[in-house]
């Protein structure tokens, strides 16, 4: 339905009505009004399957494909892959009837101790917007809508309804908005979903400069925009911000608020922020109602109820989950070749394959590492350590006993569901205390041991230097057994990197004592250094690096050029990188380019991740890989003048397997135009001499004093301000005059 004809359709609403449609229905679906053939459209959980509940119920579901969650399928690099399992949602979502997926999840990891991080892509703003993007795309190709959350900075469980996140602007817009600047313009999603949290005093279901001045007038969002379930503090507020549609539904309480606050009436529910009182008027309503009903014609006029083949969705996982999982460790005990191996851990039979809380899926065909691996030969099974019981040890003693009598012991282990959730963030970065000394025992009598991990964030691994390999399997939907069974035996080459950083303790990770804050509220004090950024910077020592993994190939980077070396700040650059893959089998290698500034003139990360690209290159053959570096690659956030900026000068860009080892670099030079400040008394001697008004005003000034004070200017430190050119003794300059000659300056 075109715009023009929705306005015609509001034009016959009462207030009633309109107000009625900004709300839900009831959980999951909207409001239908029948009279003027306005239908209702169905939303589903799903960051990486459907979760798509019946009647107003929480709980039970109906069955979908779970795919890899976004912890691992960042892992991939891979912003295809992410269109790939996209569309196979979208599928599902079309057989079940389902017209939105809430979804994907987008928000920056700033702590690993955060309860939901196995929902989120990274703890980079490059890689997340990608992967996302990719995931939006996939969706929506299949015409069915998507809802970006959780916009924007939820980066906690504790307190979610009410803390108040207080973050810079700089870290705010080079960080976690950036996240999700990119695929807003790029993929543009159907409506995004705004967090519960507040961010700097303001909670974001009403934060008019999060939900317009940013996401609408900067970003050119044109969907609408939604809560999370319950996040509304005062509705009418909320409207008045750009929060088009309240989930869940709350009946009349709300929708008689609204009304009350376009017709002037008493509102009960406060407004927080003051500047509200009374700006909310009909206009707004129907504003609201427009960006809403556009959206609800155009997906339901896109049902088309197609069934999809779950089997071949089940396939795909399996394929998706290989090409995420991160080989972080191998002294040639991989791939697994002939002989008996023993399995170890309840985790091999009951697979930990995704998180708990709202983003969890009814699997239709969840697959086990115990069984997935007897296809490929020998093995026998011991529990080892008890899921429910963490204290009961004594599976340990028959674990090592049947490790010792095998050829090889592949310990499947990791986070319990009871260690991470929704609802609650962790407290240490530990698995189980049975898990690690199960480890530890069976590596005494097994030579050849190898630990397979499945969590959905960074744990601590004091056991790594006591085991032969080390396979980071993360949280790999249902089809995670198959593809643990496939990476083990060398049907399929690793080729997941790393899209986090694994710490050494939690003492050193850069949220350390500002998470998860105190009396509602925490503060964002590592600013723009979260991840990477933090640990090079203050040359930390890690566990494993962010876009770290190994392969059974290796790979040799040769060389590196741009395709020019001097550019303007808002050109393109496309970078060319060779790499030969030196083993000999066949693999995937993702490429990571980064960008350093060589002399900054603010406090700048050692190097940032500005583009990536996974290629597949065969044994012995050299690739040249092509990476194009976009406008904005060079730039970073001008707090004073509250834009981006890029200054002038040379970069260095860095390309390698890993943001630790980056053997290629060259030399770029960016032109880049000045930005100029208005002189003030508080203005530095030393800030007028590449400012056009620093001359005009030097000029004035030698003008109206004559030659005593430009002989004694030579004398003055540079890093004082203008004012003391009042105050110095017997000044020929009084405050009034010094302050014209400034006015002079600037309007000239």
Avoid at 205 to 230: H, I, K, P, T
Wanted: glycine share 8%; hydrophobic share 35%; charged share 25%.
């Amino acid at each position: 339905m075109k715009k023009s004809e929705i306005k015609a359709l509001i034009n016959k609403m009462t207030l009633e009505e309109k107000v009625s449609l900004l709300s839900g229905k009831d959980a999951w679906s909207t409001v239908p009004i029948p009279r003027l053939g306005i239908p209702s459209i169905n939303l589903s959980d799903g960051p990486h399957g459907l979760r798509c509940c019946q009647g107003l119920g929480w709980g039970e579901s109906v069955p979908a494909t779970c795919f890899p969650p976004a912890v691992l399928l960042a892992c991939s690099f891979d912003e295809e892959l992410a269109k790939k399992q996209g569309a196979a949602i979208g599928e599902e979502a079309q057989d079940q009837d389902v017209q939105i997926v809430l979804g994907p999840g987008n928000n920056i990891k700033r702590s690993p101790l955060g309860g939901r991080c196995f929902e989120y892509f990274s703890e980079d703003p490059v890689l997340s917007g990608h992967m996302a993007a990719g995931v939006i795309q996939g969706i929506q190709s299949k015409k069915v809508g998507t809802a970006l959350k959780h916009f924007a900075c939820n980066s906690q469980e504790t307190d979610r309804f009410v803390i108040d996140e207080k973050v810079g602007e700089r870290a705010l817009n080079e960080i976690y908005l950036a996240s999700f600047e990119y695929p807003v313009k790029k993929a543009k999603p159907t409506t995004l979903m705004c967090a519960y949290n507040k961010i700097n005093g303001d909670y974001c279901s009403q934060s008019r400069w999060l939900l317009n001045d940013v996401l609408r007038e900067q970003w050119g969002f044109e969907g609408f925009v939604m809560s999370d379930w319950g996040a509304v503090d005062n509705r009418a507020q909320g409207v008045y911000a750009g929060l088009e549609l309240e989930m869940p539904g709350t009946g009349e309480e709300n929708n008689r608020e609204l009304k009350n606050a376009v017709n002037g009436g008493e509102v009960a529910m406060p407004a927080v922020d003051k500047r509200f009182k009374n700006k909310l008027n009909i206009k707004q309503i129907d504003k609201a109602v427009v960006r809403l009903l556009e959206v609800v014609f155009d997906l339901y006029e896109k049902k088309n109820g197609k069934k999809c083949d779950y089997e071949k969705h089940h396939k795909t996982a399996v394929e998706i989950a290989e090409e995420c999982m991160v080989l972080l460790k191998n002294d040639g005990a991989l791939p697994i070749k002939g002989g008996k191996t023993a399995v170890i851990g309840e985790m091999a039979v009951k697979p930990r394959y995704q998180g708990g809380g709202s983003s969890c899926v009814k699997a239709i065909n969840v697959s086990s590492p115990l069984e997935a691996m007897k296809k490929y030969g020998k093995v026998e099974y011991a529990q080892g350590y008890s899921l429910s019981d963490d204290s009961d040890e004594s599976m340990i003693k028959d674990a090592v006993k049947l490790a010792a009598s095998c050829d090889r012991a592949v310990i499947i282990c990791g986070l319990p569901n009871e260690y991470e959730s929704e609802g609650f963030d962790r407290t240490h970065l530990n698995i189980p205390a049975s898990h690690i000394k199960l480890i530890e025992e069976v590596a005494k009598k097994q030579k050849n041991t190898i630990v397979v991990l499945c969590n959905g964030a960074p744990v601590v691994m004091p056991f790594v230097d006591k085991v032969n390999a080390l396979l980071e399997a993360y949280l790999g939907g249902e089809g995670a057994g198959e593809a643990i069974a496939d990476l083990l035996y060398g049907k399929a080459n690793p080729c997941g990197k790393l899209a986090e950083t694994f710490p050494q303790r939690l003492e050193n990770t850069p949220a350390y004592g500002n998470f998860p804050g105190e009396n509602c509220e925490v503060t964002y004090a590592e600013g723009i250094y979260v991840g990477y950024r933090w640990y090079e910077k203050h040359k930390i020592p890690t566990l494993f690096p962010f876009g770290y993994g190994l392969s059974y190939t290796t790979f040799r980077y040769d060389g590196i050029k741009a395709e020019k070396t001097r550019l303007n700040e808002h050109d393109e650059l496309k970078v060319t990188v060779k790499v030969t893959n030196t083993g000999k089998v066949d693999g995937k290698e993702v490429v990571q380019l980064y960008v350093r500034e060589n002399a900054p003139k603010v406090s700048r990360p050692e190097k940032e991740l500005k583009a990536f690209k996974k290629v597949f290159i065969k044994a012995g053959e050299t690739k040249t890989v092509t990476l194009t570096l976009e406008d904005g690659a060079f730039a970073y956030y001008d707090e004073k003048h509250h834009c981006r900026r890029t200054d002038s000068g040379k970069f260095t860009l860095l390309a390698g397997g890993s943001s630790d080892n980056c053997p290629l670099s060259c030399e770029v030079e960016v032109k880049a135009e000045k930005i100029y400040d208005d002189i003030t008394i508080h203005t530095r001697f030393c800030d007028l001499g590449d400012n056009p008004k620093g001359k005009i005003f030097m000029n004035k000034l030698f003008k109206a004093t004559g030659a005593k004070l430009k002989k004694e200017f030579k004398y003055l430190p540079m890093d004082w301000p203008l004012r003391t050119l009042v105050q110095m003794y017997q000044s020929p300059l009084t405050m009034p005059q010094l302050m014209e000659i400034i006015r002079q300056a600037n309007e000239e």
